[in-house]
């Protein structure tokens, strides 16, 4: 079964980008863009996690307030209980998580400090991998059967 660790392992790039809590959500919003990614981990340090801020986070600010919210820091718009997960979660658990709390990012913490952040296409492209392999071992075995 494949685990958050082999996830991390299958990502082109682990660094992870952060912003600080006190950065410009305008700030956010064009390394959002520049980077095409969906949200960004706010941390004072880079280590620990103080919240996560999407752009499902910045839209819905837009719609209720306006384009001042631009203007506001990134610890105003961010959520700020972060669920995580460890390196050996299997994906499946993690994978329902993001499902139940209809989220997309998730940081990896190893040791209290964050090593990965994975994503919840991160996480189906290596299930369906796994399905594959199975499918073609079960094929295989089949097939050497006859």
Same mark, same amino acid.
């Given at each position: 079964m494949i685990n958050v660790r082999h996830i991390v392992g299958m990502k082109p790039s682990t660094q992870i980008?952060? /912003?600080?809590?006190?950065d410009r959500v305008q700030d956010v919003? =064009?390394?959002?863009a520049k980077y095409r990614i969906g949200a960004v981990i706010v941390s004072r340090d880079g280590d620990i996690v103080d919240g996560i801020l999407s752009e499902r986070d910045i839209v819905r600010a837009l719609g209720t307030r306006g384009a001042s919210v631009l203007d506001e820091r990134a610890q105003d718009l961010m959520t700020q209980v972060v669920i995580g997960c460890k390196p050996e979660d299997p994906a499946l658990? /993690?994978?329902e998580k993001m499902t139940e709390g209809r989220f997309r990012h998730m940081p /990896?913490?190893?040791?209290?400090r964050m090593i990965a952040v994975i994503s919840i296409g991160d996480v189906v492209k290596a299930r369906i =991998?796994?399905? =594959?392999?199975e499918n073609a071992a079960l094929t295989d075995m089949i097939s050497n059967s006859w």
């Open positions: 980008l952060s /912003v600080k809590p006190t919003t =064009q390394l959002l658990d /993690v994978l /990896v913490i190893e040791e209290n =991998q796994e399905i =594959q392999h």
